[in-house]
């Protein structure tokens, strides 16, 4: 992955910092995506009706407070740069928002509802949002080289699976060591959230944003972009709508992984479990991020990501076609891993080129809100895909831990983490065939230096 360019070797600990920071991101991160449907149902008794509601009302807010953080982004003129400054101010809140998150407060059910809804808005707006969108821009704030930033962005893809599959794997083993039922949930995704922030003020150490003296703007003196402004820039940039209907669809997919914990309970009596289950989806996704590395340089981002959802795809089908053998979900589980690897390897470096997409077609370079608004679409995405798998299980009449559920609720969870993921893969893959700026890259980095070299004159 590595480049051998002079650049390449200057970028070496801006290399090491967002790996760092990236798979301590998912520390935090990941558990939420796998554990907190089942924790709020099972641990919490709220009701799956409920957590729908919750999920969903809480991502749509997440989502519009994306597009407030990335104008804070956009204009920050802090000597630390546009993006880092706020994997320190952020560091805090962040963890103490997962602490409060997966406490169980001695209320009635109306009482830890109104808390659950609370505290998963605080981690929302504090990881997810004033954490996460920081993170994702340093790619395109590292460097404007392109090979650089795919570089950047498959390092990135690489080590934020990987942390997702270090803190599934010991999840299951470190919560009971830590007491199990709601102590281990507290104390274990407690002391993940801690390692992880901490790995991303480490990233803050070891980066540094050159994009702005590479493009000529350190000592910009132009009066700080509103929002508005910005937003009507984006909204004009064609692939900036594509790229969050990508990921909006691509957070969906995941966000049925949520149904993980019911699937390995119900379909496969507790045969598999579920830590080690995404431990090895994660891992898979780690794997398929190296091994697409050499076809996307052949044959462009979006084509090998379209490529590898592919193989996702048809790791569905096998699991709907033999749904309660054991040896098929772990099959399947490789398919439906390794084929994300094309896609979460690139999607940093695609965004990048919406970047300068917009600004080719602007004048005006807006990293802070194209980022948001790609992590808008990834929030509402979220959101429909929790709120679905919580409907679903409502629909089903699922009941928090019986021993055996009646075939409505087997169907419903059998929907929510087969069928619904299977869906939105087709659909990721014909976003992504529409997806052509990378072929118009050259000429518009041509254009872009040619007006830089002409604003210096």
Known sequence: MLQTSSLGKELRKDRVGIALGNFGMNLGSAVLMTYLTFFLTDNMLISAA?????????????????????????????????????LIWM????????????????????GRTIYAFITYNMVAFFYLTALYLPMNALVAL????????????????????????????????????????????????????????????????????????EIGMVNDKK??????????????????WNAMGIYLVTALVPACWAATAYYCIYWTNNKVDTGQLMSLLWGGITGGILIFIPISRKIGKANSAALGLCMQALGSILLW???????????????????????????????????????????????????SGASFGNKVGSG??????????AWGQYVPGAAVQSERAMTSIKLAFVAVPFV??????????????EKQMPQIKADLEERRK???K
């Open 50 to 86: 409920s957590v729908s509601v919750i999920l969903f009302v809480s991502r749509i807010i997440d989502a519009i407070t994306d597009l407030w953080m990335g104008t804070l982004i956009d204009r920050c003129k802090s000597k630390m740069g546009k993006a880092r400054p706020w």
């Open 91 to 110: 560091a805090a809140p962040a963890v103490i928002s997962i602490a409060l998150c997966f406490n169980v407060p001695p209320f009635n059910e109306t």
């Open 142 to 213: 590292v460097t404007t080289d392109m090979k650089q930033r795919l570089v950047l962005s498959q390092i990135a893809g690489f080590f934020m699976t990987l942390g997702a599959v270090f803190v599934n794997y010991f999840a299951t083993p470190i919560m009971a060591a830590f007491g199990g039922g709601n102590r281990g949930y507290f104390m274990y995704f407690t002391l993940m959230a801690l390692i992880g922030v901490g790995l991303m003020v480490v990233c803050f150490a070891l980066t540094k944003e050159r994009a702005q003296n």
């Open 223 to 240: 009066k700080k972009m509103k929002f508005t402004e910005g937003a009507k820039v984006v909204l004009v940039n064609k692939y900036w």
């Open 321 to 371: 076609l033999a749904p309660s053998s054991v040896a098929m979900v772990w099959i399947s589980t490789v398919f439906r891993s390794v084929g994300v690897g094309g896609l979460s390897g690139n999607m940093n470096a695609m965004l990048a080129d919406v970047v300068e997409y917009g600004e080719w077609k602007t004048g005006v370079r807006t990293e802070g809100l194209i980022y």
């Open 384 to 393: 429909l895909g929790g709120a679905i798998v919580a409907a679903l299980l």
């Open 424 to 437: 939105g893969t087709c659909l990721i893959i014909l976003l992504l065939l529409m997806f052509k700026v």
């Open 454 to 456: 002409a604003d210096v």
